[in-house]
């Protein structure tokens, strides 16, 4: 029940806005994010298993499920463990912020914005409680329509192209999605005699299906997850859309919209296909190591920073996904905390720069600049915002891409770790590059846009309504995110915590895959001398 | 439905209702197909709108006449009871269409079919 | 029970290799060091340490706050020297109470600490979790550094409250936040207890040094090099990173403590890959030394530091942070000891690149004319001294070092910013000269003076015993052609006798003339001595005097401390700290008995003579070129440019041997054009043809259809009874197949 109310107030938040009257609608969705926010804050304090030895969801399935159809097996159900209640908070702490940085920005058709933002928040809250494949996937999908139109009628000026794309590109890779979760539920049906879609059921079933259909069914998974993540190659529509995005639709498609495909990786493709994640997790890791140096060297050329950073997430992400397939509980605590730090840190910086593009209506790094005199707090923010992406150590960055990049490097056939991997240590060099490439390009846009002698366009007046600085109700959208950046980065064993008995029961049955994988791969001398001292450095 | 389908089935047996004879059926079956075909024939020629939509009621009202010999055929009152619905429905249809050839005879004094392609793809 | 199992990999893998076993460690002689290593203690009664670390973050927030409040005073000054004196002062404290040999743990709170039930399901209990809490490590290496980066550091920042007196407001603040962030990190760096909190203090340093070096951020120049300073260490960054997975890799913890007790017992983490990825350790661990110390091939961000505040130059870039690498190296040395005990050539790799590292910026700073940046060249060229100290195993010879050219490299540094502070930003040696005799400038003068003569390495002083411990090492310590490596250090010393002097020669001595410099002018902040016409330099006060005065003291301490032995003793007491730490486990690999000799004396007494022949001659020739007789000085330059065989050599060291236009050709160029190539790709390829092409798929599909729909309705009506037509005569044709 707490869980429905926490997707109902955005909504009844909507129809406030929507009979408020336009000038009030701004206060109204403030007022309901607030209200959505501390109502989250009630659930993550009701929540009783942060400190959890064995990984549970809250509530208990048969007090939240809400039978639709029962003969096929369709119930709503929902539920949350630590990591989709992290996620949720991280989307209901960001919308307030999101609300306070389209302020002034959105000057027509404001309740419309407000009814559309709100509705987005329900749509990836609600991906994130769902508890059976159904709800979760309509709150997939219908997450898309939001940001269509948020896109579509707020976007820059190739917002057209950017929203379609968009619509249509994530669409058609759920669609795969659909039908091999599907195809799980009908073979769940066919071998056991009854329809579910509830995710446990399904999840403890899968993976007694063949090597061949697992992989199948990874390939239709991944075909849908793979182009919200964004995964090298299918990342093309990120940076149209984040650029053409009004501010809180950057925010929300960066900080949140992504984080669906990674959760929708941890939630379906790791308990799901095991067998296929063991053979597969190498090509993935070599495509997401592609993004990571791809994209970072894209983002060093760009001039519209806005693009810049859509890119960075591009990189970023790699991570994230290196960290999830390591398949050790260091990758995927580094994982998720990056989910978290990458949403915060990336999230503000599209707020920056959204400010920015308040005042001075264009966001190419040739055309304005230099702005850490005129903007002193701005420039804070943003260089506080800045280092939280390079990775610099104390703020969250670091943390997550730490974790990400040592799981990878120790997921080797014999990880003291007691977790054996299929990567190890040159996709983490690799990846690890990126660490050179992030700062090089996220300093370049440091030093364009803070750094150097002033630069404003040619027609640029002061606006009567802005402050040259940043205005309080500015200062309060940003504050709490650098904030959250720095906290995460000093204190980040809370959430570190939390997410270890999720850890554990997710990787469960890997260590033995993988070094069944290996036992079948030619027993070349090396491997089985390998597999002997694991046996019995495991001891 | 299936209900009062079932009674009807029921009082009709109880009736003095028989199966036609095969000889007439085919009789019957004949004027439906001519008539279609006249239609048909009559559509693909004229350009006129309302001559067009005449013949397109024309092979509405042949498949009807089918609907009916081959419910009699099977003492099943389904049939007739299928052309009562195209019947109420060609009405509406009608009204509709004709309806809309008179709004656009106002746009375009024509009744030629081939002045309205706009909506064509190439 | 781990370490057993590695060693019988090892040996396995050996054999297998082909190799004659030599590569595993003599049989029958476990690896030990020669100074054993105790376990950490976890002492309560060291509490107070805690604060060494905090009063510079509390000072941080305090000059954030400041800023916010648009505090106009000297505040923020005060504030910072107080913090770090308070710093320097619980240092002392907790060094007077400490036994060097017993390695102490301060926990101050939990930080990254992970663990997890084992994979196989077979154990309940948590094991091997990934450890990272905010601890400090107190033992004789973190001590000594600490002591002398938190004095330097109150010194400098009290030297800093007048130096940057003319931006007093944010930029003050903005400053000292700097400041205070920088020793936060070098503290983290120095005393913490693990390598993450190392690598926490290692890239907190490079921050402060990205924002210090571009604290005038109006100069675009100031800009790029403070990008390029981080973003070189960023990949020296890297190579620490991959050190640090590796000893996690190899040996499940990062850890001192638990470290250097697997390293005594004999673990060469060798157990996994092979081996191979063990060797790498120290490799990857040099990497991240080489760039955080500005050696050979990631040098080039250290001159270009010196856009900075001199302050900065002076504390960051020359005393403390630049020695963070050989901080790392000293810390880690067990891993290379290792490494050396199982036949690797990582030692004889550092001190080959320290010792031509040397060489290369010594060369650079003779042709150099800014004086900062021939102190930039000359910190490079000193911190090559320190890694050819360790690469010859000796530890203490690296770390004595390291303490001398802090004290007269920051006295020097501090100098110049007063010649710069006072001339109007003037740095050209040629546009300077006998300052002498400019009234108020005697302190500076003389102050300096020691700074060159200890510099140079001059008999007596305290960097000419410092040095020598290290060059007559070269001829002790058995290795990859050491002897050659200390006769280039000797040539090296000589070199840098006379760049110092040449410096000191031209500025203070000789007819007096000056000008202000027209473009530096601190970079756009309001500024009243740019006019060039009625210019006249304002003195030092009595802070910068006074700072510069107390580290001339320091210095002439450290050289006479070697004189008055156990009392005073500095060498005493320096050996002590280091030998008993980690660090100084080195002299275990130098020959047992008799030391080799050089030119028939014992290297250490040979030396004495050696090293000061050759400053004595550079310190001359450098009197004669550039005091005594500057007409010969132009008369050489002539020689050199009028003949073509050899007028590249002074145009080669000029231009700092072309090894920044090299990097942006082979390096920064290929990478904006992978840049640009591969975003061309990803608009024409990967979008272009990949997704626009994939969605054009069904309209190329749909345009094969489409004169069907040609907008006549008759059209429209035959292809629907064409289309009835096919499918009844496709009915009738199975209907009629299947009755016959």
Redesign the interface.
Known sequence: MQLWILLLIPLVTCIGVGFGGERNARAIALGGSLVTLAWAAVLAMQFPHWQAEQWAYWPAPEDNAFPVLPGLGIALELGVDSVSLLLVLLNVILMPCCVLGSWVAIKERRREFYIWLLVLSTCVMGVFVARDVISFYTFFEASLVPGFFMLAIYGGPDRREASFKFFIYTFVGSLFMLLGLAYVAWQHAQQTGDWSFAISDLTAFAPTLSAGEQGWILLALMAGLAVKVPLFPLHTWLPLAHNQAPTAGSVNFAAVILKLGLYGLYVFILPMVPEAVVTWAPTIAVLAVIGIVYAALICWVQTDVKKLIAYSSVSHMGFAVLGLIALNPLGLQGSVFYMLSHGFATGGLFLCIGMMYERYHTKDLREVGGLAFKMPVWSFFFIVLVFASVGLPGLNGFVSEFLCLIGTFTAVPDAKTGYPGVLGPWFAAIAATGMILGAMYLLYMTGKLCFGPLREPADHHESEELPKDLSLREIAALAPIALICLIFGVMPWPILHAVEPVAEEVLKPYPALVESHFEQMDATAKVSLLSDTTLEGSR | MNDVAVSLTQAGEASTMVPITTGTIQIVLLVSAVMFAIGMVGFLTRRNMILMFLCTELMFQASAIAMIAFGRMHMNPEGQVFVIFILTVAAAEAALALGLVVLLYRRKPTLDAEAWSELKEC | M?SA?AHT?LA?VAM?GGGDGSHGLPAGEPFGFQVPIAPVVDEQSFALAAWMIWLPVISAVLCGIYAALGVKSRLPAWTTVAALAGSFVIAAITVSKLDFAKPVVVHLF?????????????ADDK??G?RANFALYLDGLSAYWILFVTFLGTMIAFYASEYMEEDKG?GYCRFFAGVSIFLFAMTALVLGENL?ML??G???VG?AS?LLI?YY????A???A??KA??MN??G??GL??G???I??EY?SLEYGALFQALQAGDTGA????GW?ATLIPWCLMLGAFGKSAQFPLYVWLPDAMEGPTPVSALIHAATMVTAGIYLIARTMPFFLMNKALGGHALEAVAWIGGLTALLAATIAMAQYDIKRVMAYSTVSQLGYMFMGLGLATSFGACYHVLTHAFFKALLFLCCGAVMHGFGGQLDLRKLGGIRRVPGWGVVCWTMLIGSLWLSGVPGSAGYFSKDEILSQAFITEGAGFRLLGWIGIITAGLTAYYTFRVWFRVFTGPTHYKPDEAHGHA?HDDDHGADHDFHPHAPGLRINLVLTILSLGALWLAVGYFVGDVWGTQTWIKNAIENSSAGTGLQLMPAGEHPTLLGFDPHTAMYFISGTFGLVGLAIAWWLHCANRKAADDLRGWFNGRAWIAWLPRAMEHKWYVDEIYIATIRFP??I???A??MF?RIF??GI??NGT?RLPKIAASLF??L??????GY??SM?GGLALVIAWIVWVWMRGSV
Request: proline share 2%; net charge negative; hydrophobic share 45%.
């Open positions: 781990l199992i990999t396995t297998a939990d930080w990254i600490d992970l663990s997890w039930s084992s994979g196989s399901g077979t094991w091997h990934l944010t993450i690598y926490l290692w890239e907190g921050l990205y571009g951020y109006k100069k675009p100031a800009v790029a403070a990008k981080f973003i960023r990949i960054d890297l990173a991959l640090i997975y590796l996690w890799l499940g157990g996994q890959y092979d990825a756009g990478l904006w992978a840049g640009q591969l975003y990803d990967v979008d990949g997704v969605a489409q004169p729909y040609n907008g006549k309705l008759q009506a035959t009874a």
